[in-house]
């Protein structure tokens, strides 16, 4: 039996156990059982498969417990979305489920505006009194506006609401790429998104889409392109492209930039389409269409539309035959541009570049049934909108929805005034609840019964994976329980008992013990694969508006794009201190927002980093500070979606500004025109590793090879040392990170502050310089190449952690031995010996080692979140990362328990478990066979600082970049 | 002094220098008030450690990358100033330079108060300083033991053997003294003088254990003046820190220790011989002399910065050399030129036989002295570990009120014991200025 079999079974008998334990009553001892389960053990872990709900991707996790307590969430390597990683926001989900802002119980708003804290039964009364007088005033008075929901609670909603004689239920994301539903409609005749493959591809063009960060489903497409990057690494010409005024992270990875003006990339991507018509590459798939195909992209010259796009014509050519000549390749179209005016046009452009490339049905097919093609489109929410604001609606009920955050204009804010009665499901403060009349605080997720099927043929199981910690609700029970008391007859329909037998019985279950339902529940959902439908392209010429082509700006206008932040997507996850902390990506900044200038443009406005301008748009005006960024076109500047939160939340109010606020008011789109910046002072930006180019003359930290480089294993150069090395007699722990598959998510930095109970040191720590993270994913940029067509931008990501040398300097500095060498490699670092002098991190050239400044804290609930097999240190101690070595003790264990040699494989660490583009690979040095002395080996592999000769365990793969 | 005989002239030499130790009324309010004012200054300082022990090292300024800043300066900065008083004392004694006699005392005093001040700081400035003593290998029941390979163990025994040898040193050259003071005085000074004074009556015997024991420690001190500070630089140079790893730093940081040292001297001689009254004691050809001394040290210290600078932009590695030009250019640009300044520019004034022996020139150019060979420690530090191998985390320093304080609370407690001690010994030699009075009637 492997380990992880062995976990997933402790893992679905404990999920039931668990699940027994739900009472709506906190407990209030640790260890809640007096006779306890025989498959819990006291300070052993327990993982419970369940589903991520911070995005709509709708990842498998397995929520690690230890006591009853969730202190951890790891990626369900069965599930077939995300293969048992998970990204930053995913990992940070047990910082909103432990959020010290979190609702504890029910809250009705009194006449003065106070909240006045209440009963369940007394909420659950009063809600069902309200819905009753709404349903007696006639249908369609009571709305639902919630997150995206499929399976069990969708039908639970629609069952519900038509209990109260009523449709009205939108599910709504702000990331809801509708532009590509509607584009698909019109090209293939199917409103749906179509499913991409980017490992199936060998090029790559992005229009903007984020596709590694936050676009869809980040971590699937995290581990495709990893998948397309390692397979590609030896083309000359790259892989990749991205296309779109700003560098987003994904841009970052990209082998080119083409920095076309703000909302000309559907100008780009037709001209992209006729370049290929026109220059015969076309697919012979496509050979059917061409007339009209021709005719129709007829306007769209390159050579015409350079002074639209601000592309050159033969960087258009060459694109167009790199994007047929690679083969399979795949064109995506997201960010700022599908939310534009010509965001339709763009996806259609993209949808008939992926034809004419012939990637349909094979990169890109449809029919996978994407949950997002459930999402409300912008027409309804207007209509909703329009609803309120009329006094249509009795009842609203928001449901882990943020619409008057999320939407821009503050219409659907002064609609909200005119409901009567605003109840609100959410679990922590927002600007919507602050609104509400009452607030009925649902559980988080990783407290709840649900499904949630990302897309056709996978169906993710939500499960508690431990009992509520708060006087929490899950929204489903609220609506039954309401249900019966608003009209027990006909809630009959909605079946006995609570939510949870209604989701078994939504999943077919005959009985607790159903063989088909206990092993949904240890796998985390039922998987199978949906094969694509065939789909062809139609003519649809007449549809198709003749030219759509851009305004012309007057010259110097500064067009202000939105992008969604990759860290705190749209704002949701702002509250979550990790992702406060860990450095932007791309700006490196930390608990504040920004925007960002290209520096030419910040030098004609007299603007410098950190100055705090006034931002005015024809919209509104927010103030916010000035992040200099080569990476964005001189006549762009952007902003960060997700910032500058109002409600009451400690780590997010107030911080940065809320860029939704200077988008034009009907939400058609996140560019704005004719922006204006003006000077209102200066605050410092606190930002981490900002030092992105490498200083001249220094041996680069983050090294890149060519693809012609010629394949000779690196010669090591290691001089005479005065004593004899250390003997590793078992094992010596070793690293390989693929600086060609890692790009810089921070997904590693995240499962590293859960596993290892880093303390967050806050926004003044931080600029102080005191942050406490163990990894830090560094950014060098190559030397800037002249700005003109496809430029490079050659970024790489370089993970920075303990590299545990063989002769590590801080070793013997340390007076009392608080740090040594342990005989399996390690750089042990031993807290409670260790008297704070300093001197192993001043003497450490890769400066990873963190000192305690201060006395870590946790407010409460968080402290539940600790990992109890790592130490929590105190103030004045040093501390690194150790390779997660609880871990590879554990992993040992199973070794030992299970009487057999340890094999490669029985021990990840938490950044290596997590990585979507599994860049790190951990093993022992002293098994030739082991993945990481093979890739250790490699001709691209090399040491960071090798010169210094500290002979790190860790060896970094070279980059490999285009000619 | 014509007219009088010899022993009326050594007679006048106890007065005068026992003088120097009986208080007039206004002499002792001053006196004690300026204790009682350094008393007050290190209590505030205390209170703020106090404080800084509880809340962490959050009150100070350090950061990654940079973990040692104005403590550590703070304490190779007295380490330095410790260095003089051995040097006057044992090295020119050794070399028989006669006019070292005036000063001796004084400096050997500041040694001792010096070691006592620069030891706090390695304790001060730790994460957690109630853990100080496992620095100290002591048998216990764990097992555990001192990594005797670490810069900060050398440290550790180095300052505590100099500063028992300067101790002893100092004590031994007092013996003679205190009998004199219990000779003179009655009542309880008496008694206590007796103590200290160990039976001395000053037979021929006496007198020849004295200077063979006096050579011996004279010659062990002198040993140390150069191994501490040699030590005390390879907190720095066995280091792999770029502008720390450097062979040179050994002799180098002793020279530097020594001027600062000798510049310490004058900043506290010159006022002391006024308010003492010691002006005929303490010549203004001794202070000339110590001009004199500070000239070579400078030069000694210039050399070190070019040859520094050679070493580093031909070193075929480059962090050397960018820490260089970073310490010339980068951010901490003031405290590099103030060194060059105040160390190797302002000393060169003392070429001039007027600027040596103006007390006034000689006393702000050891202060300016001390103030560059603070910048220098200061820069040395910082700038190293700001910007090292990494770009990507080079950081920054500046020092809070905590740690601006806590120095300053430094010279208070370095004052304060200074003086407590000067005002209850006599301040001069009396013996061996005796005894030179005698070899030159002789010579």
Same mark, same amino acid.
Request: proline share 6%; aromatic share 10%; hydrophobic share 45%.
């Given at each position: ?82 293969? @048992? ?24 708003? *009194? ?197 639209? /796009? ?269 992702? #406060? ?21 910040? *030098? ?19 103030? /916010? ?90 010669? *090591? ?86 590299? #545990? ?13 608080? /740090? ?144 | ?50 404080? #800084?022990?509880?809340? @962490? ?347 601006? /304080? ?38």
């Amino acid at each position: 039996m492997k380990r992880r079999d062995f976990l997933k079974v402790i893992s679905a008998a404990g999920g039931a156990a668990v699940a027994q334990g739900c009472s709506p009553a906190p407990s209030e001892t640790l260890i809640p059982y007096l006779v306890a389960p025989d498959d819990i053990v006291a300070g052993e872990a327990a993982f419970v498969a369940t589903t991520c709900r911070e995005c709509p991707a709708g990842c498998g996790v397995l929520a690690k417990t230890v006591d009853a307590r969730v202190i951890k969430v790891e990626g369900n390597p069965e599930h077939p979305v995300n293969r @048992g990683t998970l990204c930053v926001r995913g990992q940070a989900s047990v910082q909103s489920l432990y959020d010290p802002d979190r609702f504890r119980g029910p809250l009705l708003r *009194r006449g003065d505006g106070s909240y006045q804290s209440m009963s369940w039964d007394d909420a659950e009364a009063a809600l069902a009194a309200k819905l009753r007088e709404a349903r007696a005033r006639g249908t369609g008075r009571v709305a639902w506006i919630g997150q995206l929901a499929t399976g069990s609670f969708e039908r639970l909603t629609r069952e519900w609401l038509a209990l109260v004689e009523s449709d009205r239920r939108l599910f709504c994301e702000t990331f809801d790429h509708e532009p590509l539903r509607r584009a698909a409609a019109m090209v293939m005749g199917r409103a749906e998104i179509p499913t991409y493959r980017f490992d199936e591809a060998n090029f790559v063009l992005s229009f903007g889409a984020d596709f590694l960060e936050t676009w869809m489903s980040n971590v699937e497409f995290t581990r495709q392109y990893a998948a397309l990057r390692r397979r590609r690494a030896t083309d000359p010409f790259g892989c990749f492209v991205f296309a779109s005024p700003r560098l987003s992270l994904t841009g970052l990875n990209a082998d080119g930039w083409v920095a076309v003006r703000a909302g000309a990339e559907a100008a780009l991507a037709l001209s992209l389409v006729h370049a290929i018509v026109a220059d015969g590459l076309s697919h012979e798939s496509v050979r059917p269409h061409l007339d009209w195909v021709r005719s129709l992209v007829a306007p769209y010259a390159p050579e015409a539309l350079t002074a639209i /796009t601000d592309v050159q014509p033969a960087d258009v050519h060459a694109l167009a035959r790199q994007f047929t000549t690679a083969g399979p390749s795949l064109a995506v179209g997201g960010g700022a541009a599908t939310r534009d005016p010509h965001a339709i046009d763009l996806e259609v452009a993209v949808l008939l570049l992926n034809a004419v490339g012939g990637n349909l049905g094979r990169t890109v097919t449809f029919g996978g049934g994407s949950a997002l093609d459930g999402l409300a489109t912008r027409d309804e929410i207007l209509d909703l909108e329009r609803a309120l604001a009329h006094g249509n609606i009795d009842v609203l009920l928001v449901h882990h929805a943020n619409p008057a955050y999320a939407l821009p204009g503050g219409a659907f804010e002064s609609a909200l005034a005119r409901v009567p009665f605003v109840v609100s499901l959410a679990s922590t403060p927002d600007e919507t609840t602050a609104q509400a009349h009452l607030i009925l605080p649902d559980h988080h997720s990783l407290e709840s019964w649900g499904d949630y099927a990302p897309r056709a043929g996978v169906a993710g199981m939500l499960q508690p994976a431990m009992a509520p910690i708060l006087s929490t609700r899950a929204s489903g029970d609220v609506l039954l329980n309401v249900a019966r008391r608003l009209d027990a007859e006909r809630a009959m329909a909605l079946g006995p008992g609570d939510y949870a037998s209604y989701v078994s019985r939504f999943w077919g279950a005959l009985s607790p013990s159903d063989q088909a339902w206990t092993d949904a529940l240890k796998r985390g959902g039922r998987y199978s694969s949906a094969a694509p439908v065939a789909a062809a392209m139609r003519d649809f010429t007449g549809s198709f508006p003749a030219v759509p082509l851009p305004d012309s700006r007057p010259a110097g206008s500064l067009t202000l794009i939105a992008f969604p932040s990759p860290f705190l997507y749209d704002g949701r996850q702002a509250n979550d201190a990790w992702l #406060q902390e860990i450095p932007d990506p791309v700006s490196r900044t930390v608990w504040n927002g920004w925007i960002e200038i290209h520096p030419d443009t910040a *030098r004609r406005l007299g603007l410098a980093q950190d100055d705090v301008v006034g931002v005015q748009s024809a919209s509104g005006s927010v103030t /916010t500070v000035v992040r200099l960024y080569e990476g964005v076109r001189p006549d762009v500047v952007a902003m960060p979606l997700g910032y500058g939160r109002r409600a009451a939340l400690r780590n997010a109010q107030a911080r940065g500004a809320r860029a939704v606020a200077l988008l034009p008011p009907d939400g058609s789109s996140w560019r704005v025109d004719g922006v204006s910046l003006v000077r209102q002072g200066r605050r410092r930006l606190i930002v981490l590793q900002a030092e992105t180019e490498m200083p001249p003359g220094r041996p680069p930290m983050a090294q890149v090879i060519r693809p012609s480089a010629s394949a000779v294993a690196r010669e *090591r150069h290691l001089p005479a040392d005065l004593y004899p090395p250390h003997a590793h007699r078992e094992h010596r722990w070793g690293m390989a990170i693929d600086l060609n598959a890692c790009t810089g998510c921070s997904a590693c930095v995240a499962a590293c502050y859960a596993e290892n109970n880093v303390p967050v040191a806050g926004e003044r720590a931080c600029a102080e310089g005191r942050e406490m993270s163990w990894i830090r994913i560094e950014r060098y940029d190559a030397p800037r190449v002249p700005a003109s067509g496809v430029r490079r931008f050659e970024s790489v990501f370089l993970p920075m952690l303990c590299q #545990q040398c063989d002769e590590a300097p801080c070793e013997p500095v340390c007076p009392v031995y608080a /740090t040594y060498h342990n005989p399996e490699g390690l750089n042990a670092q031993v807290y409670v010996r260790c008297i704070g002098t300093r001197f192993c991190s001043n003497n450490c050239p890769y400066k990873v080692r963190r000192f305690n400044f201060s006395r870590p804290s946790w407010p409460s609930p968080l402290e539940l979140s600790l990992n109890p097999d790592v130490t929590v240190r105190s103030a004045g101690v040093m501390e690194k990362c150790t390779f997660c070595v609880q871990r590879i003790q554990a992993g040992k264990n199973v070794a030992a328990r299970e009487q057999r040699p340890f094999r490669d494989g029985d021990v990840t660490p938490a950044c290596a478990q997590t990585c979507p583009a599994q860049a790190i690979v951990f093993g022992d040095l002293n098994d030739p066979a082991s993945r990481v002395t093979r890739l250790s080996q490699d001709r691209r592999s090399y040491h960071v600082l090798e010169e210094l000769n500290t002979r790190p365990a860790i060896a970094y793969l070279k980059r490999v970049v285009p000619e | 002094m014509p007219g009088q005989s010899l022993t009326v002239e050594l007679h006048r030499v106890t007065d005068d220098i026992f003088r120097t130790f009986t208080w007039s009324r206004v002499g002792w309010f001053a006196y004690w008030g300026s204790v009682g004012l350094c008393g007050y200054g290190w209590s505030i300082a205390g209170l703020l450690w106090i404080q #800084q022990i509880y809340s @962490g090292l959050q009150v100070t300024g350090l950061n990654h990358p940079v973990m040692w800043g104005f403590y550590i300066t703070a304490f190779v900065f007295w380490i330095g100033v410790a260095h003089s008083g051995t040097f006057v004392s044992a090295i020119l004694y050794l070399f028989h330079a006669r006019w070292r006699t005036s000063i001796a005392r004084a400096a050997e005093t500041m040694t001792i108060v010096a070691v006592m001040t620069a030891a706090i700081f390695p304790v001060l400035h730790l994460g957690r300083a109630w853990r100080f003593y496992w620095l100290i290998p002591y048998p216990n029941e764990r097992g555990l033991w001192v990594n005797f390979s670490s810069p900060l163990i050398w440290d550790a025994f180095a300052v505590a053997t100099y500063f028992v040898a300067s101790v002893l040193f100092w004590y031994l050259s007092l013996v003679p003294d205190f009998a004199v003071v219990r000779d003179r005085s009655g009542g309880r000074q008496r008694a206590i003088f007796r103590r200290l004074a160990l039976g001395w009556s000053g037979t021929a015997g006496e007198w020849r254990g004295f200077r063979r024991a006096y050579g011996i420690l004279a010659a062990i001190v002198t040993a140390l003046v150069v191994s501490v500070h040699s030590i005390v630089s390879w907190d720095f140079a066995a280091a792999i820190v770029p502008g720390w790893h450097s062979t040179i730093f050994a002799p180098y940081f002793v020279a530097g220790a020594i001027l600062s040292g000798l510049a310490m001297v004058l900043t506290l001689v010159i006022p002391a011989r006024f308010l003492l009254g010691a002006q005929d004691y303490v010549t203004v050809d001794h202070l000339e002399n110590v001009g004199k001394l500070i000239i070579v040290m400078s030069l000694i210290l210039t050399y070190s910065y070019v040859m520094e600078a050679i070493f580093s932009v031909r070193d075929d590695r480059p962090f050397t050399r960018s820490t260089f030009l970073f310490r010339v250019t980068g951010d901490f640009w003031p405290l590099f030129w103030t060194t060059i300044a105040c160390v190797s520019l302002v000393p060169l004034s003392l070429f001039r036989r007027r600027v040596r022996r103006s007390l006034t020139a000689l006393f702000c150019i050891s202060l300016l002295i001390n103030v560059g060979m603070w910048c220098e420690r200061l820069m040395t530090i910082v700038t190293s570990l700001a910007h090292d191998f990494d770009p990507s985390v080079w950081g920054t320093y500046r020092p809070s009120v905590f740690e601006w /304080t806590i120095v300053g609370g430094s010279i208070s407690w370095f004052l304060f014991w200074y003086l407590l001690l000067i005002g209850h010994i006599p301040a001069v030699p009396i013996a061996e200025t005796k005894q030179n009075l005698l070899e030159s009637h002789r010579g």
